[in-house]
T-cell receptor, first 116, second 115 residues
């Protein structure tokens, strides 16, 4: 079975500091991985996705993520945090077998706070 | 592309009442998904449709829940005899499914409160 684990339910950084949100995955086959962001009382917005074309994936709003097979990780980073980055971030893996292919399994999320 | 639309945004109901939510996907997206999200958790899969066919239902979807997607367009999710444990955000998503790489596009959700 496939799964993702997000380490740290809450991360707090100062404005301008590096953002690092951790995600580890479990999959017996090459995974498709996604990061989504959710602002309060809204749905989820796609930040970026890993498709095996490149291990370093660039997304919207200055975020990027690096796929490391040896570490089964897909951590999300941003060099300099902005107040508008405060939100909840979800890592997800796409089910890639059988009739469930395409369905997403989400982590529990990491809430990012940005201090002025 | 007007995005995925969900109605209503908020619903407050008394325990035991029935509620129905509507989702309008992005046009021509063949897949439509329903997820449930409770406080402090990631979205949990409930069910999905490929066109008008409901292809999978999670064990979370008890027999009080039913979903339809007539003619492969909009979808409805009905909860009968609501319970307080049904209080959650119900998210709809659609995708132009080709393979597992196709991202899901989410609506803003319907927040259900059962009193």
């Amino acid at each position: 079975a496939q799964s993702v684990t997000q380490l740290g339910s809450h991360v707090s950084v100062s404005e301008g500091a590096l953002v690092l949100l951790r995600c580890n995955y479990s999959s017996s086959v090459p995974p498709y991985l996604f990061w989504y962001v959710q602002y309060p009382n809204q749905g989820l917005q796609l930040l970026l996705k890993y498709t095996s074309a490149a291990t370093l994936v660039k997304g919207i709003n200055g975020f990027e993520a690096e796929f490391k097979k040896s570490e089964t990780s897909f951590h999300l980073t941003k060099p300099s945090a902005h107040m508008s980055d405060a939100a909840e971030y979800f890592c997800a893996v796409s089910v890639n077998y059988g009739g469930s292919q395409g369905n997403l399994i989400f982590g529990k999320g990491t809430k990012l706070s940005v201090k002025p | 592309d007007t995005g995925v639309s969900q109605d209503p945004r908020h619903k407050i109901t008394k325990r035991g009442q029935n509620v129905t939510f509507r989702c309008d996907p992005i046009s021509e997206h063949n897949r439509l998904y329903w997820y449930r999200q409770t406080l402090g958790q990631g979205p949990e899969f409930l069910t999905y449709f490929q066109n008008e066919a409901q292809l999978e239902k999670s064990r979370l979807l008890s027999d009080r829940f039913s979903a339809e997607r007539p003619k492969g367009s909009f979808s409805t999710l009905e909860i009968q005899r609501t319970e307080q444990g049904d209080s959650a955000m119900y998210l709809c998503a659609s995708s132009p499914f080709r393979d597992g790489n196709s991202p899901l596009h989410f609506g803003n959700g319907t927040r259900l409160t059962v009193t």
